[in-house]
């Protein structure tokens, strides 16, 4: 029971490592692939960090365009719906509210 | 005598599948106590009893599989299966609110002008930060790729460093949503758009929490030597819930914010 325990490469080093294993010096799970954990650092590094810098600058430069007006209240019957009041606060705020872009639904509060 | 005759793991008796049932119990009446009662006690109670369930059944399965060993080629192939499955209920899970989603802004209503995105909607812009979300994750995507090859050649100093890439990749991409959330013009409230847009991107962004969460158990198990180059089957589960997140993220990108735009 015990001696199926000793890994095979313990075994043929008893053995003086004649055999096929003479050589070949590294775990079988990573036979064939050494160098595909450096393909995907250098793919993490060249490609996706860089593709991720990229898009930062773009938002970046669109947010230097301008601040937009924003758009004059219209008290549309679809929008705004308070068909039970939320249960935190006064029931009239949404979880994530922005006065300053979230108007109520009698407008905006900041007006 | 300790002397089984299968691979099978006979898991010893455990309190906490009904823990986890009482927390489910105590969060679900929770909700009804806070929307119709204004009281929060029984949904906090329930979602701690739900934390430390979670918290003590998942220690107890590492423990199983490191320390005590009973996680056998066969056992570890049924904990495959397991979350295979699991993958698949959230892929159902999601398919029902992207079917909300086209059922009303395929056929816009008159109520919403008859037209996508409704009257009085302004979406957000796609190739602004949301494009940037997409690079986060599909960056996160390659990143963990090189931890897990990293991890089965041995490279521990590169696996934490992939690793912790992906992490705060996921971390920043929750970042800007949170932002995002804040800053956009229209709300949950704000008819069908505004409940399709909110319930599907808010649930993703909690699997990307949860995803997030369970890279950095795998990033804690890692620096205590729990993995072995062949045997690293919790990683592999965050890996694949992660690709998951990934993916939904694509979808929602191109259904919700671009076309339905």
Redesign the interface.
Known sequence: MVAAAIPASRVSRLLGRSGPQVGRLM?S??HG??S??R???A??FF???P??G???L??FL??RHGEEE??EF?A???????TKPF?WGDGNH?????PH??PLPTGYEDE | MNHQTHAFHMVNPSPWPLTGALSALLITSGLTMWFHFNSMTLMLLGLLACIMTMYQWWRDIVREGTYQGHHTPTVQKGLRYGMVLFIISEVFFFAGFFWAFYHSSLAPTPELGGYWPPAGINPLNPTEVPLLNTAILLASGVSITWAHHSLMEGHRKHVIQSLLTTIILGIYFTLLQASEYFEAPFTISDGIYGSTFFVATGFHGLHVIIGSTFLTVCLIRQLLFHFTSKHHFGFEAAAWYWHFVDVVWLFLYVSIYWWGS
């Open positions: 775990s799970g990573a692939e050494e595909s954990a393909l995907w650092k793919l993490t490609v996706a960090l593709g991720v990229v898009s930062m773009n938002v669109k947010s924003r758009p219209i549309y019957p679809h929008l705004r719906i308070r249960p949404t979880l994530f509210h922005n872009v979230n």
